[in-house]
């Protein structure tokens, strides 16, 4: 590359940097685990899967636990394998949430139904591009406010 | 706000307008043939003309130079702040569409970048498309101005993968349909002035908009 | 020449001068309190104003409040926000409205809508003592291990003077309507009187849960029933604010119906921007004349939003109860009287003069 070449990719790349709007950095991960029921409980129906951060930032009052950035919906309760991107400035740590939706009707615990149970995991070894994690769904209708920290 | 606004408004223009009722006393007899706020509200000066604007006012206040390279074709550069936190530097060429007596049709064409500083940082290459209509009447001259913009917003994706980093680029769309109505006024050949309503829709069309006001203060002669 | 010139520019400057004077507002004095019914007027207070601190209002947030100022307000979203969320803002926004009395809200929403602490309020509440009513709130996102710091706290709140209500929004503060880990609050509300304003149906805020349980006021009524002495507010009707439609309105007023410990509210369903043809106040508050429940409708607005929004939304609401055909027995009511008898306030004879 000439030197006149460089200077002016050099020149294009700074103002480039300088005028970036949204800045979106994502970390990929790739998640093999196991979501379950405990033993003898029913366990029919798709499962229902909300990744978190486990703490979002935020300025003293602002930062607080949990903070979904995507759902998945798994054919049901068994392996499950997920590759997620992980926004990297919105907060540290993974969670998975998981509900298994007995009746089909894609509403956890609509009115009179009190059975569909609900599961968090906070993941170990975060940040790493490979992770697994064990999900058990023992808590009937509670969101991940009740179940984390 | 609303009281403050209105005898503010009101004061600028009837000092304007005191001016130039003095300045209409002690006119030439001739009338000009074309004049500073002409060449600045009808824009595309004659050859070797010139033409230096300042428009200040709410949200918008303008600089604007324009230099006649012929008798059709005009070199301009712009620069156009909202409120101090959005500014637009703009360079451009206008060319003259139609002159006569009393019409002048001005088609111009600007590109610069976009420099937005608030909530949300807005940058990027920018574009602006517009027409000037005005309609000189002696000193006075009521002017139109109709255009489109568009800014280019880049944002950048990068996600870090096992096998690597990767980055990607992306770009939004903000459109700006705009209008000025106004009125120039002469009060030399080489000095002018004009007030006028602007209305710059922003992001439109999902956005809503507030009208404003300029006045500005236009010098002009030949190189 | 001369001739030619000399008269123009003076006809201008006078009809221009004219319109300079025209434009000010030169009215004597605020305007008269309280709203004109057929003639007479009467008193009104708006259970529903955010007070705040841009501060503590989340990016995310702060970007989505800029796009909606109008251009170029949002360029500087801050200083437009920060004007209005000061009390005496917003004790100028009740006075242009004729509006006597006003609920301010806390807010503990960090992942949504910000916080607005009860400390705030409490100073707020200072500012106009007789006038302003304090809403307390409190922390949930760390409902496993602060749940019994958190009640203690409210509680503490609810004892200071001007606090008559509890605020809660289980959409912006992610919490299940209809999860028993959080009825202590309620029994609070129920312990020591204090009614409790809940937010329904879905919201335009980024970070918002928009699930069912989270936004259907349906997931309420296990709570209402089992504490019957806690007085629930449901406001905004359930709305739908992201498709802008009614979507718990039915059930509002099928709770409202069923159980005399339900109040609904009707703010800022009826909005310019959420509800462009007006068709939707109009048929909320049609809807519950007809159910019968006009003793069960608290007036609030969800103010003060924009300069002039708090006035604007009282008359499209007043409008909307004339066109509903409501007596002035009726709108006096809704507009301050059932406020009044739910929060055990007394409105003064010059709330409506």
């Known amino acids: 590359m000439s030197r006149a070449r460089f200077v002016f990719a050099g020149a294009l790349g700074v103002v480039l940097a300088g005028c970036v709007n949204e800045e979106t950095r994502l970390y990929e991960i790739e998640l093999d685990g196991k979501v379950a029921v405990p033993d003898g409980a029913p366990s029919a129906g798709a499962v229902h899967l909300a990744f978190h951060v486990a703490k979002t930032f935020g300025e003293g009052d602002l930062e607080h636990p949990l903070g979904v950035f995507e759902t998945r919906t798994v054919a049901g309760v068994g392996p499950v394998r997920e590759t997620v991107l992980y926004p990297l400035d919105e907060g540290e740590g993974l969670v998975v949430y998981g509900w298994l939706d007995s009746d089909g009707d894609g509403v956890h615990c609509a009115p009179g139904q009190t ?23 023992r808590a009937p209708c509670v969101g991940p406010e009740s179940l984390y920290p | 706000m609303n009281v403050r606004f209105g005898v503010t408004f009101g004061g600028c223009v009837i000092a304007t307008l005191l001016g130039a009722s003095e300045a209409a006393a002690a006119e030439p007899r001739t009338p000009f043939p074309a004049h500073a706020a002409l060449d600045a509200v009808g824009g595309s000066p004659a050859k070797g003309a010139y033409v230096l604007s300042a428009q200040g006012g709410w949200p918008f206040s303008f600089l604007r130079a324009q230099v006649g390279l012929s008798d059709r074709i005009t070199l301009q ?9 959005r500014y637009r530097p703009m360079l451009g060429i206008g060319v003259r569409l139609a002159e006569a007596t009393h019409v002048r049709l001005t088609g111009e064409f600007l590109a610069g970048w976009l420099f937005q500083r608030s909530e949300e940082y807005r940058r990027g290459p920018n574009g602006e498309l517009r027409f000037r209509l005005a309609i000189p009447v002696r000193r006075f001259v009521p002017y139109l101005v109709l255009g489109t913009r568009h800014a280019f917003l880049p944002d950048l994706l990068t996600i870090e993968r096992a096998s690597g980093t990767e980055t990607s680029w992306s770009l939004r769309h903000e ?26 829709w922003v992001g439109a069309p999902d956005t809503i908009a507030l009208p404003g006001v300029h006045l500005g203060l236009h010098f002009g002669g030949d190189r | 020449m001369k001739r030619r010139f ?7 400057v006078s009809a221009l001068a004219l319109s300079a004077l025209v434009s000010l507002d030169v009215g004597c004095g605020a305007p008269p309190r309280g709203v004109d019914w057929n ?34 307000i949002g360029l500087d979203a801050e200083a437009a926000a920060k004007g209005s969320l000061l009390p005496e803002s917003i004790l100028g926004e009740i006075d242009d409205a004729g509006i006597w009395g006003a609920g301010l809200f806390a807010i503990y929403a960090p992942r949504t809508v910000g916080v607005a602490s009860n400390e705030l309020v409490a100073e707020d509440l200072t500012f106009a003592p007789d006038r302003f009513f304090g809403l307390a709130s409190l922390r949930v996102d760390r409902w496993t291990t602060d749940r019994d710091a958190e009640l203690d706290r409210l509680k503490s709140t609810l004892s200071r003077p001007g606090f008559v209500g509890i605020k809660l929004a289980h959409a912006h503060q992610h919490f299940r ?15 020591l009187g204090k009614p409790l304003y809940l937010h329904t149906g879905t919201s335009p805020f980024p970070g918002t849960s928009q699930e069912p349980a989270y936004t259907d006021p349906t997931y309420l009524e296990t709570a209402i029933q089992q504490f019957p002495a806690a007085t629930f507010i449901l406001g905004h009707l359930g709305y739908d604010f992201e498709q802008k439609r009614h979507a718990g309105l039915e059930t509002c007023i099928r709770l409202a119906k069923t159980y005399p410990n339900v109040f609904l509210e009707p703010s800022a369903l009826g909005s ?74 007394t409105v003064p004879a010059e709330a409506a003069e």
Do not use: C
């Open chain 3, 39 to 72: 003639g007479k007027r009467l008193p009104a207070i708006d259970m529903h104003l955010h007070p705040g601190d841009w501060d503590h209002v989340p990016e995310d947030t702060r970007k989505f409040l800029a796009s909606r100022f109008p251009f170029p």
């Open chain 3, 177 to 191: 309507m209809d999860d028993p880990a959080f009825f202590p609050i309620y029994e609070v509300g129920a312990s």
């Open chain 2, 175 to 200: 459109w700006t349909p705009w209008a000025t109505l106004g009125l120039g006024f002469a009060i030399s050949r080489g000095i002018g002035l004009d007030l006028g309503i602007n209305y710059g």
């Open chain 3, 272 to 345: 310019a921007s959420s509800d462009p043809t007006g068709a939707n106040l109009k048929e909320a508050m049609r809807r519950m004349r007809e159910a019968g429940i006009t003793d069960r409708v608290v007036y609030g607005s969800d103010g003060p939003q924009s300069p002039g929004f708090v006035k604007g939304y009282l008359e499209r609401t007043v409008a909307a109860m004339k066109d509903a055909g409501y007596t002035e027995q009726e709108a006096a009511a809704v507009l301050a009287g059932n406020f009044a008898r739910v929060f055990g306030v």
């Open chain 1, 115 to 137: 059975e569909e149970p609900a599961g968090l995991v906070k993941v170990a070894g975060f940040p790493a591009h490979a992770l697994s994690f064990s999900l058990t769904l």
């Open chain 3, 6 to 12: 000399g008269k123009a520019p003076l006809a201008l």
């Open chain 2, 77 to 85: 550069s712009e620069l156009e702040s909202a409120v101090g936190r």
